[in-house]
Structures are given as structure tokens and as C-alpha cells.
């Protein structure tokens, strides 16, 4: 009997302090502080970890079903009838919160139109069957709330001949309810980011929080260079073009310095066939009409004749000519001993 009450006594000092026997381990993951705009709207990204089952007195394995969930305000424990923002077993919520989670693991929490009463620590709790599940995570998080706060405009991108445009406040990255305008005119958009901006949407843009003019921004002045996009478009086409000219000039300048190089040898090949030597074999003896030997080539000639009368030998024909005789000097001697040269002829006529 000491014992069972050393238990109850025990379970109701855990359930006070907002953890129960089977709840080690648990835990909810609240965002760090957060700083809004009041009139704006705040999503508070949450999760926790329930357990799936707990011991009960007589040491059996009990599953346990999550019953409830609480989001309460400045309270440590969120217990029994502590007053709450939302309560999953009430009707009468307050409706600019809005519950975004389930009782699975997903606890996020909305709050719309943010007032001044909305700056406080808020504190979810699981409420489980069998009740040693049950427990509030007291870390909370921090909402802070910021009034008549001028809105401010980023550029937030440029590229391609398109910006955006992002609208914020100081104390906030949380999206935003606001209403914009450009050179004084009221645009459609609502959200909090204008994108895809081209030339056309240059002018001055303010923004503000929606039914809220005290947040007016500064006026920001956005210039949007038209993008060259014929020039991108050709440029495809021009590449090749370009390559394809340079390629038949080259091949045209090679064929033309080919030819030249060709007719260049012809030409060559000819005068070397001018200037070699005639056959002096070839001519007649008897002819005093000899050409002139070439230059380089002929060193002398003589030709001797005998005289009718003189008797040959027997056996032995009569000839004209005694003997001819031929030098040739080498291409390689100077122009001066070529100039010197003589050509020395004899002929001996009959007697």
C-alpha cells in the first residue's frame, strides 16, 4: 500500500512538471524566436516525438494513443483547463490560429493578423492514453511582435533581362500579406515577392502590409536593361557562318599559292632545258658553221683534215678527217676562266 501511494505521489510530481515516467526521451522541436510585423501573418514549423507504448503498474507493454493537443500561451504545463490558443478537444479556437499539424509527429502552428495580445512564449503538450505519455516540452518559442514598422523592398534577383522584387521588414523573414503599387498605381499581386520583371515593369514600387499604410516602404526605383535576344538568337547561325568563310578563304589562299609554286617549277624546269648542251656528235664534220658551244661546257675543238694525194695505208680507208677532239670543262669553274676560253680549230685542206 506504501508503495502504490510512494507511486501515485510520484506520477503527480512528474505530471506538474510537465513529464511523466514514460516520457523520457520525448521531445517537441520548436523554431528559434521569432520577430513579425503586426497585421502579418507567422507559420511556426514544429515536430515532436511521442512515444509508441509505455509499462504500465503491473510491468505489461501498453501502446499509447495520442487523445489530445495543446498550444497554450505563457504557461509552463498547458494542463487540465489553462487557457489556449488551440485545444484539439475545443470548438471555440481562436480562428486566426490555425492548427497545421496532426497527432502523428507534425505540430506546426499559423497565426494570422498578429496583434499586440500575440507576443508571448508559446508551449505545445501531448496528452496520451494511458496518461504516462502525456508531456509539454517548456522549452516554448518566442514571438515577439513589432508595430507600424515601414516595410522594406529588396531586388532580390536580375538576370536575363528579368529582376524580382522581394518586400520584408526588418524583424521578420516569414511570408507576408502586403499590397504593392508602381508610380502610384495599385498592382494585383498580394504576395510577398514580384518576379520575373522585364523592361517594361521599370518604374518606382512601394509595399505594404495589407490595411496597414503606416508600413508603406520607401519608394524603389528598379531598371530593367532589355535583353539582347536577337543577338543571342543569331548567334547560332553566325558561328558557323564565320567558320565556314574563313575555311574557304584558307582553302582559296592554298590552292592559289599551290599553283604559283607549280607554274614557278615549269618555268624553272624549261630554262634548265635551254641551257643544256647541243650533241656535237650530231654535227656535221665538214659543217664550219658550228654553233657556239655553251657556256661552261666547251673548252675547245679541232678538227684536222689530210690531203687527197697522201696514200693510206692498205687496208685502211680514206678518210677526210684525221681525228676530232672535243673538251668539255666542268659548270663549276669561274666566269672568269669561261670568258677566257678559246676555241681552237685547225683544218687542213687537200693539196
Same mark, same amino acid.
Given at each position: 500500500?506504501?508503495?502504490? /501511494?510512494?507511486?501515485?505521489?510520484?506520477?503527480?510530481?512528474?505530471?506538474?512538471?510537465?513529464?511523466?515516467?514514460?516520457?523520457?526521451?520525448?521531445?517537441?522541436?520548436?523554431?528559434?524566436?521569432? #520577430?513579425?510585423?503586426?497585421?502579418?501573418?507567422?507559420?511556426?514549423?514544429?515536430?515532436?516525438?511521442?512515444?509508441?507504448?509505455?509499462?504500465?503498474?503491473?510491468?505489461?507493454?501498453?501502446?499509447?494513443?495520442?487523445?489530445?493537443?495543446?498550444?497554450?500561451?505563457?504557461?509552463?504545463?498547458?494542463?487540465?483547463?489553462?487557457?489556449?490558443?488551440?485545444?484539439?478537444?475545443?470548438?471555440?479556437?481562436?480562428?486566426?490560429?490555425?492548427?497545421?499539424?496532426?497527432?502523428?509527429?507534425?505540430?506546426?502552428?499559423?497565426?494570422?493578423?498578429?496583434?499586440?495580445?500575440?507576443?508571448?512564449?508559446?508551449?505545445?503538450?501531448?496528452?496520451?492514453?494511458?496518461?504516462?505519455?502525456?508531456?509539454?516540452?517548456?522549452? !516554448?518559442?518566442?514571438?515577439?511582435?513589432?508595430?507600424?514598422?515601414?516595410?522594406?523592398?529588396?531586388?532580390?534577383?536580375?538576370?536575363?533581362?528579368?529582376?524580382?522584387?522581394?518586400?520584408?521588414?526588418? #524583424?521578420?523573414?516569414?511570408?507576408?500579406?502586403?499590397?504593392?503599387?508602381?508610380?502610384?498605381?495599385?498592382?494585383?499581386?498580394?504576395?510577398?515577392?514580384?518576379?520575373?520583371?522585364?523592361?517594361?515593369?521599370?518604374?518606382?514600387?512601394?509595399?505594404?502590409?495589407?490595411?496597414?499604410?503606416?508600413?508603406?516602404?520607401?519608394?524603389?526605383?528598379?531598371?530593367?536593361?532589355?535583353? /539582347?535576344?536577337?543577338?543571342?538568337?543569331?548567334?547560332?547561325?553566325?558561328?558557323?557562318?564565320?567558320?565556314?568563310?574563313?575555311?574557304?578563304?584558307?582553302?582559296?589562299?592554298?590552292?592559289?599559292?599551290?599553283?604559283?609554286?607549280?607554274?614557278?617549277?615549269?618555268?624553272?624546269?624549261?630554262?634548265?632545258?635551254?641551257?643544256?648542251?647541243?650533241?656535237?656528235?650530231?654535227?656535221?664534220?665538214?659543217?664550219?658553221?658550228?654553233?657556239?658551244?655553251?657556256?661552261?661546257?666547251?673548252?675547245?675543238?679541232?678538227?684536222?683534215?689530210?690531203?687527197?694525194?697522201?696514200?693510206?695505208?692498205? !687496208?685502211?680507208?680514206?678518210?677526210?678527217?684525221?681525228?676530232?677532239?672535243?673538251?668539255?670543262?666542268?659548270?663549276?669553274?669561274?666566269?672568269?676562266?669561261?670568258? /677566257?676560253?678559246?676555241?681552237?680549230?685547225?683544218?687542213?685542206?687537200?693539196?
Amino acid at each position: 500500500m506504501a508503495a502504490r /501511494d510512494r507511486n501515485i505521489l510520484l506520477g503527480f510530481m512528474v505530471l506538474l512538471a510537465g513529464v511523466s515516467p514514460g516520457a523520457l526521451g520525448q521531445r517537441v522541436n520548436y523554431p528559434g524566436p521569432v #520577430c513579425a510585423v503586426k497585421g502579418s501573418k507567422v507559420t511556426l514549423p514544429c515536430t515532436f516525438s511521442p512515444l509508441k507504448s509505455v509499462q504500465d503498474e503491473d510491468g505489461r507493454e501498453v501502446l499509447i494513443e495520442i487523445q489530445r493537443v495543446v498550444w497554450c500561451q505563457n504557461h509552463r504545463i498547458c494542463q487540465g483547463s489553462t487557457p489556449s490558443v488551440y485545444d484539439s478537444d475545443s470548438e471555440r479556437n481562436n480562428p486566426r490560429y490555425r492548427y497545421l499539424g496532426d497527432k502523428e509527429g507534425n505540430c506546426s502552428l499559423q497565426i494570422s493578423g498578429l496583434q499586440e495580445e500575440d507576443e508571448a512564449t508559446l508551449r505545445f503538450r501531448v496528452e496520451t492514453n494511458p496518461s504516462r505519455g502525456s508531456f509539454t516540452d517548456q522549452r !516554448g518559442v518566442k514571438v515577439t511582435v513589432r508595430d507600424g514598422i515601414p516595410m522594406q523592398i529588396k531586388n532580390s534577383s536580375e538576370s536575363d533581362g528579368a529582376a524580382s522584387l522581394l518586400c520584408t521588414a526588418r #524583424c521578420t523573414f516569414h511570408q507576408l500579406e502586403v499590397t504593392w503599387s508602381r508610380d502610384g498605381r495599385a498592382l494585383p499581386q498580394s504576395g510577398p515577392a514580384l518576379i520575373a520583371l522585364t523592361a517594361k515593369d521599370s518604374g518606382n514600387y512601394t509595399c505594404a502590409l495589407k490595411n496597414d499604410a503606416r508600413t508603406k516602404s520607401l519608394p524603389f526605383r528598379l531598371h530593367v536593361e532589355a535583353a /539582347d535576344k536577337d543577338g543571342r538568337d543569331l548567334l547560332p547561325i553566325i558561328v558557323p557562318v564565320v567558320c565556314g568563310v574563313l575555311l574557304a578563304v584558307f582553302l582559296l589562299l592554298f590552292f592559289i599559292i599551290r599553283r604559283c609554286l607549280t607554274t614557278r617549277r615549269a618555268a624553272a624546269g624549261a630554262v634548265e632545258e635551254e641551257q643544256q648542251p647541243k650533241d656535237v656528235s650530231r654535227q656535221r664534220p665538214d659543217d664550219v658553221h658550228f654553233l657556239p658551244p655553251a657556256e661552261d661546257e666547251v673548252s675547245y675543238a679541232a678538227v684536222q683534215f689530210q690531203s687527197r694525194d697522201v696514200r693510206p695505208p692498205v !687496208g685502211s680507208a680514206v678518210e677526210d678527217a684525221s681525228y676530232a677532239s672535243v673538251q668539255f670543262r666542268p659548270k663549276n669553274q669561274s666566269r672568269a676562266a669561261e670568258e /677566257d676560253a678559246t676555241i681552237y680549230s685547225s683544218v687542213a685542206g687537200r693539196r
